[in-house]
T-cell receptor, first 117, second 112 residues
Framework: ETGVTQTPRHLVMGMTNKKSLKCEQHLGHNAMYWYKQSAKKPLELMFVYSLEERVENNSVPSRFSPECPNSSHLFLHLHTLQPEDSALYLC????????????????FGPGTRLTVL | DAKTTQPPSMDCAEGRAANLPCNHS???????VYWYRQIHSQGPQYIIHGLKNNETNEMASLIITEDRKSSTLILPHATLRDTAVYYCIVRVFGGATNKLIFGTGTLLAVQP
């Protein structure tokens, strides 16, 4: 257990559905991250939130919409996805860049395995 | 792009030390070397990190060369549960966030 939980662990959805992925961290961290890991590809950073403000958006299509209502929770809202969006979606948290670099370690949740039909 | 180079795969006998190399010849003076591992279809697990001194914790040891252009992660007594993809990452600093840029890692297979 890393202190970062994700729900659901598995999700199957059609291209016209709307769903949301949830991430919660119990570490008192100030920064949260969404990553995408497609089959046989490296993890790709999607979004970064610091103190509930989005500070990075790595050219992610608008069909992915993040939300960070507070420093402990992070959501990824999904709508009109494509089959190529099927992947493992990982959430991570860290203390934040305002802390010394030596302590700003990211801790990952177990991921949500998403399949888009 | 990732700033590190790792062999795609390695084998290790159970109970022996696993030494995983990583090259990061373009590392900057204030950039840390981080190691994570990912067991199949799970989230990456933090192992260890260092700047220029060797580091040791309950999971592993990290040896960084004096010129900081390469490092080695050492698992002192590998078990079957250590079979995973191991990622060596150079932290990229700047802006409002510190990024982890993952490469393809080394698949370590621990053999019984």
């Amino acid at each position: 257990e890393t202190g970062v939980t994700q729900t659901p662990r598995h999700l199957v959805m059609g291209m016209t559905n709307k769903k949301s992925l949830k991430c919660e961290q119990h570490l008192g961290h100030n920064a949260m991250y969404w990553y995408k890991q497609s089959a046989k590809k490296p993890l790709e950073l999607m979004f970064v939130y610091s103190l509930e403000e989005r500070v990075e958006n790595n050219s992610v299509p608008s069909r992915f919409s993040p939300e960070c209502p507070n420093s402990s929770h992070l959501f990824l809202h999904l709508h009109t996805l494509q089959p190529e969006d099927s992947a493992l979606y990982l959430c991570a948290s860290s203390q934040g860049s305002q802390f010394p670099a030596s302590t700003d370690t990211q801790y990952f949740g177990p991921g949500t395995r998403l399949t888009v039909l | 792009d990732a700033k590190t180079t790792q062999p795609p795969s390695m084998d290790c006998a159970e109970g022996r030390a696993a030494n995983l190399p990583c090259n990061h010849s373009t590392i900057s003076g204030n950039e840390y070397v981080y190691w994570y591992r990912q067991i199949h279809s799970q989230g990456p697990q933090y192992i260890i990190h260092g700047l220029k001194n060797n580091e040791t914790n309950e999971m592993a040891s990290l040896i960084i060369t004096e010129d900081r252009k390469s490092s080695t992660l050492i698992l002192p007594h590998a078990t079957l549960r250590d079979t995973a993809v191991y990622y060596c990452i150079v932290r990229v600093f700047g802006g409002a966030t510190n990024k982890l840029i993952f490469g393809t890692g080394t698949l370590l297979a621990v053999q019984p």
